[in-house]
């Protein structure tokens, strides 16, 4: 599961976005029918699904598995990267469907986790970054 969940995510970042999808779908099939339905190992698949969702321009379908993949985050044991990429990702489809108060909140907690997570935090920062320029409150 987590080799797709990979390759998933290689073919989001190559703009392959129903292979990702389908890659991201069966990984997360898998880790909800191996390790249950509330498996922290589901958070980085939701992540991916999201993404993907918001590629698409579909934020409203990147609400449930970005929640899903945040109820689910182990606290104090996840990266501070991967929870940094969560909250950004949460914010986006936030802030494109309905409750910007609560994505600029995701926002903060998004930047102060990648900038604590150092060098794997750099590349997400800096699209946070971006996407800040784009989207002023």
């Given amino acids: 599961a987590g080799a797709l969940a990979a390759r998933g995510e290689i073919r989001l970042e190559s703009g392959h976005r129903p292979g990702a999808r389908a890659d991201l779908q069966r990984a997360d099939d898998m880790h909800r029918e191996i390790l249950g339905p509330d498996h922290p190992a589901r958070t980085f698949g939701l992540l991916g699904l999201g993404r993907v969702a918001l590629a698409e321009d579909r934020p ?9 993949g945040l109820r689910l985050f182990p606290v104090g044991e996840g990266e501070p990267d991967e929870l940094g990429q969560l909250h950004f990702a949460l914010a986006r489809a936030l ?7 609560r994505a600029t909140t995701l926002l903060t907690e998004a930047r102060a986790e990648l900038l604590s997570a150092g060098a794997p935090g750099l590349r997400h920062l800096a699209e946070l970054d971006r996407w800040l320029a784009d989207h002023p409150a």
């Avoid at 409203?60 to 899903?68: F, I, R, S």
């Fill in 60 to 68: 409203a379908d990147a609400l449930a598995p970005l929640e899903l």
């Fill in 95 to 101: 802030w494109s469907t309905s409750d910007r108060a």
